[in-house]
T-cell receptor
């Protein structure tokens, strides 16, 4: 079946450090891939997405590249800020006719200290 | 205000009681979803709806009932609450599935439910 595996957290970084959160997936066919972010006390927000191999999604300084050969979609940011502290979820949906549900990873908490 | 809202934000109830969580969206999105969020599981889909009067089961539907008589509302009812239903519940909506799976889902702020 379809599944997403994320690195365990929390990830603790100092401000301006480089961030990588690993995400790998298992899916039939060629899924669309997403990163969602959940700030404290809030619902999830779409951070970025990629719908085909070699696509790069980017937003707010975050980037992730759809790597079909390694079935990965790692999230990166060159210089994190305290305001980036949140839980990050990798997700996929299988591309098909009709409804296909989003499959989420378990989330990775990021803590950024000043 | 425009957007997707949930009520109540916090609820404590007892085992065996019926509880209804409300979800309202102002975008006239076709699709609406209910998820539960538990440590170690991420988000799991409970039910979804493609349009008014059309609902279908997700991954973990047992113990839950939904209805969608109006496009903008999608209430979730726990008919007889159990401790295992203690969780954070999120409602979401999306405009359509033009190309299946690529439409953004917009999430509400969540309802934290505790069943004693």
């Amino acid at each position: 079946g379809n599944s997403v595996t994320q690195m365990e957290g929390p990830v603790t970084l100092s401000e301006e450090a480089f961030l990588t959160i690993n995400c790998t997936y298992t899916a039939t066919g060629y899924p669309s891939l997403f990163w969602y972010v959940q700030y404290p006390g809030e619902g999830l927000q779409l951070l970025l997405k990629a719908t085909k191999a070699d696509d790069k999604g980017s937003n707010k300084g975050f980037e992730a590249t759809y790597r079909k050969e390694t079935t990965s979609f790692h999230l990166e940011k060159g210089s994190v800020q305290v305001s980036d502290s949140a839980v990050y979820f990798c997700a996929l949906v299988r591309r098909s006719t009709g409804f296909q549900k989003l499959v989420f990873g378990t989330g990775t908490r990021l803590l950024v200290s000043p | 205000d425009a957007g997707i809202t949930q009520s109540p934000r916090y609820k404590i109830t007892e085992t065996g009681r019926q509880v209804t969580l409300m979800c309202h969206q102002t975008w006239s999105h076709s699709y609406m979803f209910w998820y539960r969020q538990d440590l170690g599981h991420g988000l799991r889909l409970i039910y979804y709806s493609a349009a008014a009067d059309i609902t279908d089961k997700g991954e973990v539907p047992d113990g839950y009932v939904v209805s969608r008589s109006k496009t903008e509302n999608f209430p979730l009812t726990l008919e007889s609450a159990t401790r295992s239903q203690t969780s954070v519940y999120f409602c979401a909506s999306s405009e359509s599935i033009r190309e299946a799976g690529t439409d953004t889902q917009y999430f509400g702020p969540g309802t934290r439910l505790t069943v004693l």
